[in-house]
């Protein structure tokens, strides 16, 4: 017996305790904002939120769980959010749909999802399943694929290859293979100065054979392998990606920069994927929001005092992003809204 519809869910405050007074936004609700909304499957916290609020990372403030209800901070398809107000001031809650589950003279199971996801996961899944960061360190120390079976200079699905680098001691047999991607850095930094370095997985193999140089049996390749490429155990691969976070601002103060597009254009809008030049290491997490500002344009001042004077117009807020994929030194982060173009290093801060 099993629930036939999806399990969905968000955690929504926990993370968030203490930020009404680290935020400059100010709590409104969007005009026209419905007095109930009804789950349905495919929803995602950011939908949700904009639904209600102007501002969607202020959700938690808003939100109020229902004790009296098993698991509060989860939704499901059918469930009633609407909302309310407690001393003046509005509260979102949830009200339990009616489930109706058939029972039929069968065992099924299914797989207890933990949440809506924040971020629509169909435009985001390509960056988390495969590419991800690597220090110039870690990569140094990154066994390396050295040859082919039979000479062959691009292997794939069921081809033997040759690597060193891999110790015999460790008795590790499956590895990921991946492809080295660019170097992030900041702009104007000297070439060695790196962020971080693209990795994409590209392959899965196990070891056949150890040795100074070992071989192994590619056991899938979603591309063709090269000499070069470098191997990292699978148990050191990152962990599941969870979906589960709430749309918040950061607590502190951050200022950074968008460095690369992750599709290689240098102009970019809504549902688009970007790295910025901060990590974990300046306090990213998963669900900080951030707004986008482009600096004003200099323009020759006609009117002042003295000849060929210029006045710098004020930076402008072009749009909003979330970090969903932090590393050491840089994130992966997606453009929710976009009010004009956004370009290459344009400056993301607290929204």
């Known amino acids: 017996m099993s629930c036939q519809k999806r399990l969905l869910g968000a955690v929504f405050a926990l993370l968030m305790l203490g930020q009404v007074g680290a935020q400059a936004e100010v709590l409104t609700l969007k005009p026209g904002h419905p007095q109930q909304y009804v789950v349905v499957k495919g929803d995602t916290l950011w939908d949700i939120s904009t639904t209600f609020l102007n501002s ?9 769980v229902n004790p009296e209800i098993k698991n509060p901070h989860l939704i ?33 199971s299914s797989k207890v999802r933990n949440g809506i996801p924040t971020l629509p996961l169909d435009i985001i899944r390509q960056f988390i399943s495969r590419p991800y960061v690597v220090t110039p360190e870690e990569l140094d120390r990154l066994p390396y694929v050295v040859a082919a079976e039979e000479g062959r200079l ?10 060193r680098g891999i110790d015999p001691a460790l008795r590790t047999k499956r590895y990921a293979i991946i492809h080295i991607g660019d170097a992030y850095r ?7 100065d790196i962020l971080g370095i693209e990795a994409i997985k590209i ?16 056991t899938q390749a ?42 290689g254009i240098s102009r970019t809008g809504r549902y688009q994927t970007v790295v910025l030049n901060m990590g974990t290491a300046d306090g990213m997490e998963p669900g900080h929001v951030l707004g986008i500002f482009q600096s004003g344009d200099t323009v020759r001042d006609p009117y002042a005092s003295k000849p060929n004077q210029t006045a710098t117009l004020p ?31 344009d400056t993301v801060k607290n929204p």
């Open 222 to 263: 979603s591309r063709e392998i090269l000499a070069g490429d470098r191997l990292q155990p699978i148990a050191h691969e990152p962990g599941d990606f969870d979906a589960n976070f709430p749309p918040h601002a950061p607590l502190e103060e951050v200022e950074g920069l968008i460095i690369d597009v992750l599709d």
């Open 315 to 345: 930076e402008e807020k072009v749009g909003e992003l979330v970090v969903f994929r932090p590393f050491e030194k840089v994130s992966f982060a997606l453009i929710m809204e976009s009010y004009r173009d956004i370009k290459l290093y």
């Open 186 to 192: 900041n702009p104007g930094a000297k070439s060695d």
């Open 76 to 108: 499901y398809p059918g469930d009633t959010i609407y909302l309310v107000y407690i001393d003046g001031r509005p509260v979102l809650k949830v009200k339990r749909g009616l489930r109706v589950v058939k029972l039929t003279p069968q065992v099924r």
């Open 154 to 163: 691009i292997s794939g699905t069921d081809h033997n290859i040759y690597v």
């Open 56 to 64: 969607p990372w202020l959700w938690p403030e808003i939100w109020q």
């Open 203 to 218: 392959a899965n193999a196990e070891v056949v054979q150890f040795g100074d140089t070992a071989k192994l049996h590619v």
